[in-house]
DNA sequence: TTGTAGGCGTTATCAC
DNA sequence: GTGATAACGCCTACAA
């Protein structure tokens, strides 16, 4: 049977308060009553209950983490970034992965809920009104990641997605091209979808490139919707010299094709992609793309969290950390 | 202030012990009273605390899982099958990242067996005797994945390491390759350290092919360290014409540094890895590997781990899963 | 079938 | 300083 306070109370020989006023603290202990009751937990290897804490106290020490697809490259890092901090400050990671399904999402709230995490850090490819609804009663702390939800005022941790999209299409008209082609995510994407789109029609109007809309397709983020797209592309009768796509798998799928059509990267063809996850570094070519601080935003959505669980109010909520062209080998001059 | 079953009670005039059964279903209800019941928990939205729950049961529902990095492929997709099931059986993943660190790994196990968790799947890069000390006395159900811990018993869901790593190299040979060099795990690493290259050994002499140290290195599962291998090998007066490496992020980094040194792959060098994770088949070229089914791996292990939490008792503790030799670009016939 | 009472393992509020 | 004792929210004998 475990052993619980009331065994080291008895064998200590004070009161249950007594021991529990050692283990936390919260009140002084005469010097005797504190060495015996540690030399009983000591040799009983006594650990208190966080369940029975976790009654009385209100407090879990959990966080819920709730993202679409834990094996999405970009996810695991993000995740890796989130338990470094959570536990270094104690906390534990409940981690619910939606498929991408917005029914699944409600229902993995909801358990949240249930267990009572003390404070829940969420990612959705977009926000219904079940979500918004959700959010209506509850009342622990919560930050997004990626995702700006505008019916409240929720701690966000992104990058300035807007900017991202212009600099990586500047980089390529600076390099000479004009025909250059974006794979972007859907439209209710705010974050790949529109903000990206935007910095890239933005550039375009800024270095007077007309905005050509064959050269604008929809992704998945996987590789496979970068062949295809690319496929199409190569069709054009002026096709683009240059391509940009939202993330880094779906440039593979694109230098892929590419390749398979007799082309060079870069050569023929520039590519620059998203997000810097290993794989950009790895391919062959290597792929130029815009560097998200991807660990980093997990470490400060956090960190951001923890302060909140703390009692911190935090004022300003938008938090956009920087991201950076890292140029590579599947970019060069068009000539 | 959250409702609780003592209001329930109260505003369906009956008590508590009844509210409970119709919440469990534990005792026969009047039709009566389980119709106001549930008429006042649907207006309430009322949700047992599952916490409290806990406390008297003994269970909360969770499983623990403590695997070494999150952002490497291979466990992010074998997590994935993890959570699916878990979440399925309406249980909870609680998610502790050791960063290989086997410090970590005993204090995350302290953490796990503090929050109650009703099993374990543990996944370590090797076992060390505080790993065997804290399973003296924990007594959870527990199971292991790509690791047999010899002095316990639990339950492992691996594939057959010693055959896969014959059944790469056969391949090789077959393609008529007789320089044949491995680019193994450490040999504290019993499952990608000694198995497969035990099984790489037997294939060499099943054929009559000498087995020669020089064409053996030692990897860390990164790519980088697949590049630096390989630029040793080609310093060789004999250098091979083959590589086998025991995981696909390290056959990127082989292909890499072929390709630097004017060499093609698969026609000068072919070069086959291990796993099968999305990069192998968008790399250019694509990666011939050996699969293994890693979402189902996940997918088995937690299945067994319910089982067992549901009190079954699990006879055969080997479960070895089918690998497949999957064949892409990057091998090819030694002519 | 139903209700009362005790207990799960802590913490917190009192008196002393 | 210290020790009863009452919560925390739920389940489960035990009686009725």
Redesign the interface.
């Known amino acids: 049977m475990k052993t619980t306070i009331k065994d080291i109370a008895k064998l200590a020989g004070v009161s249950k308060a007594s021991v529990s006023r050692v283990l936390n603290g919260s009140k002084p202990v005469s010097d005797d009553i504190k060495q015996r009751v540690l030399k009983v937990i000591e040799e009983t290897g006594y ?1 208190p ?4 804490r ?2 009385v106290s209100k407090k ?1 020490n ?1 966080i819920g ?1 709730l993202i679409p ?5 970009f996810y ?2 993000l ?2 970034g989130m ?2 901090v959570a ?1 270094k400050h104690d906390y ?6 939606s ?1 991408h399904d917005p029914n699944k999402e409600i229902e ?1 709230l909801e ?1 949240l ?4 995490v003390d404070g829940l850090i969420f990612m959705t490819d977009n926000f219904t009104k079940e979500h918004i609804n959700f959010f209506k009663d509850y009342d622990k702390p919560t930050v997004t990641v990626n995702r700006k939800l505008k019916e409240y005022d929720f701690p966000n941790v992104d990058i300035d997605n807007f900017k991202a999209g212009f600099d990586a299409t500047k980089y390529l008209i600076e390099l000479g091209h004009k025909r250059i082609a974006i794979i972007r995510a859907p439209l209710s994407d705010e974050t790949a979808g529109v903000k990206r789109f935007e910095g890239y029609k933005k550039a375009l109007e800024k270095y007077n490139i007309p905005f050509d809309e064959n050269l604008v397709k929809e992704g998945d983020f996987k ?1 496979k919707s970068g062949f295809i797209s690319t496929e199409e592309f190569l069709k054009l009768d002026n096709p683009p010299t240059a391509i940009f796509t939202v993330n880094d ?1 779906m440039a ?2 694109v ?2 094709r590419v ?1 398979k059509g007799k082309l060079k990267v870069p050569e023929d063809i520039s590519v620059i992609g998203f997000d810097d996850i ?2 950009a570094n ?3 070519p290597s792929i130029t793309t815009i560097k998200q601080p991807i ?1 980093e935003m997990g470490k400060k959505a956090t960190k951001i969290l923890y302060n909140m669980i703390k009692g911190e109010n935090i004022v300003n909520k938008d938090f956009l950390l920087p991201h950076k062209l890292v140029i590579r080998e599947s970019t060069s001059k068009k000539d």
Chains 1, 2 share one sequence.
């Open positions: 650990k209950s966080s369940i029975a976790s009654l879990t959990l983490l697809d834990i094996s999405n490259p695991s890092e995740v890796k338990v470094e536990n534990n990671i409940l981690l619910l992965n498929f993995f358990i809920k249930d267990k009572q590789a798998e593979c799928g230098i892929k390749i290993p794989i790895n391919f062959i660990s």
